[in-house]
């Protein structure tokens, strides 16, 4: 099976940078993804990490440890419209590499 | 953006009713799947089809029937549901799970109440 936490709320404040945290455990790790979802809405694509180490895309970071079964999501320049749940999943090539979800940890800013 | 559709975005039904949800990717995908998303609780896998067949069932009341015709569409067919399955149902379609990195992209939902 796998485990997978992440924090259930954050707040920050616009223009501020907030770091999302993410913890797995899986015995079969094929990649982690990270997905933004407002109120709503389907949940949209940010990012892929399957190799240790961060990927850039503007505003948006993802950090990768497989060692730790650890993963963040960075958000630099907050925006209002940033407010919304960021969804981790991990693939287990062991279940077919379907996704598990965390929880999604909602975020609020605040002007 | 029109990648992933889903009809009706909501649905009211008794529990004695028999409805049907519609999914449609125009993403030339091969691999469809049925999420529900309910409130406080992670999303939890329903239904996979990779080229038109089944390859996931997490074990789901049969009160809930997937139907794929083609890779392009695909249905969950509802019958006598329970208040408890009140949720957003969420319709995702990829290139196929055997790929490497195969990013799922979601529809936006049909918000389902059971009364």
């Known amino acids: 099976g796998q485990n997978i936490d992440q924090p259930t709320e954050m707040t920050a404040t616009e223009g501020a940078i907030v770091q999302i945290n993410c913890t797995y455990q899986?015995?079969?790790?094929?990649?982690l993804f990270w997905y933004q979802q407002h109120a709503g809405e389907a949940p949209t694509f940010l990012s892929y990490?399957?190799?240790?180490g961060l990927e850039e895309k503007g505003r948006f970071s993802s950090f990768l440890s497989r060692s730790k079964g650890y993963s963040y999501l960075l958000l630099k320049e907050l925006q209002m419209k940033d407010s919304a749940s960021y969804l981790c999943?991990?693939?287990?090539?062991?279940?077919?590499?379907?996704?598990?979800f965390g929880g999604g940890t909602r975020l609020m800013v605040k002007p | 953006e029109t990648g992933v559709t889903q009809t009706p975005r909501h649905l009211v039904m008794g529990m004695t009713n028999k409805k049907s949800l519609k999914c449609e990717q125009h993403?030339?995908?091969?691999?469809m799947y049925w999420y529900k998303q309910s409130a406080k609780k992670p999303l939890e896998l329903m239904f996979v089809?990779?080229?038109?067949?089944?390859?996931e069932n997490n074990s789901v009341p049969s009160r809930f029937s997937p139907e794929c015709p083609n890779s392009s569409h695909l249905f969950l067919h509802l019958h006598t549901l329970q208040p408890e399955d009140s949720a957003l149902y969420l319709c995702?379609?990829?290139?196929?799970?055997?790929?490497?990195?195969?990013?799922?992209?979601f529809g936006p939902g049909t918000r389902l109440t059971v009364l």
């Open positions: 999943a991990v693939s287990d090539m062991n279940a077919g590499n379907m996704l598990t």
């Open positions: 995702a379609s990829s290139q196929s799970p055997r790929g490497h990195g195969d990013t799922q992209y």
């Open positions: 990490n399957v190799l240790d």
């Open positions: 899986t015995s079969g790790f094929n990649g």
């Open positions: 089809y990779n080229f038109k067949e089944q390859t």
């Open positions: 993403l030339g995908h091969n691999a």
